[in-house]
């Protein structure tokens, strides 16, 4: 597995802003899960919900919540059927991050620090919650070889755009 950690997103994230009734408002904590350990798993490491096709706005979100050495510069791969208007670069964390895509990705989305890799199932936003979580726990907890596609299929997830 990658060199990634998913940072604690139980607990609300720090006030970053204040509405007119002075309550504080956290930021949305990451659709994220990755497989526990560090031992290689197979084809994927972990599934991510992107709550949207923003993609430099999802990329953001999700490399804020994965806890990268601040040595390491990441760059990012996506399936291009994924995603609307994809940007050749990002900035997170004041570090900017190379993005590519490639055609046929499987719906995965691969980050790469150096040699170290992980690859996550994206799952489609627009996918109901409860499937959408089904789907997330099968990809953290499936080893071995099921394939992307398998895992969105058995939980009854089109793969196809809408």
């Known amino acids: 597995m990658g060199p990634f950690m998913a940072r604690d997103t139980a607990r609300p994230a720090p006030a970053i802003a204040l509405t007119a009734a002075s309550e504080p408002i956290a930021p ?14 197979g084809v994927m490491n972990g599934g991510w919900w992107p709550r949207s096709r923003d993609t430099a706005a999802e990329l953001t979100e999700l490399l804020t919540a994965l806890t990268i050495a601040p040595d390491v510069t990441p760059r990012v791969t996506i ?46 936003p627009e996918t ?29 997830i089109p793969t196809g755009r809408r």
């Open 79 to 124: 399936d291009f059927n994924d995603w609307d208007d994809i940007p050749l670069r990002i900035t997170v964390l004041g570090r900017e991050v190379r993005v590519g895509w490639l055609a046929h990705l499987d719906h995965m989305v691969a980050i790469t620090c150096g040699r170290a890799s992980t690859l996550l199932l994206v799952i489609p």
């Open 28 to 41: 949305p904590a990451p659709r994220l899960r990755l497989a526990p350990g560090h031992a290689e798993r």
């Open 128 to 156: 109901a919650p409860p499937v959408a979580e089904e789907a997330l726990a099968r990809c953290a907890a499936e080893i071995g070889e099921t394939m992307p596609h398998e895992i969105l299929a058995s939980c009854g």
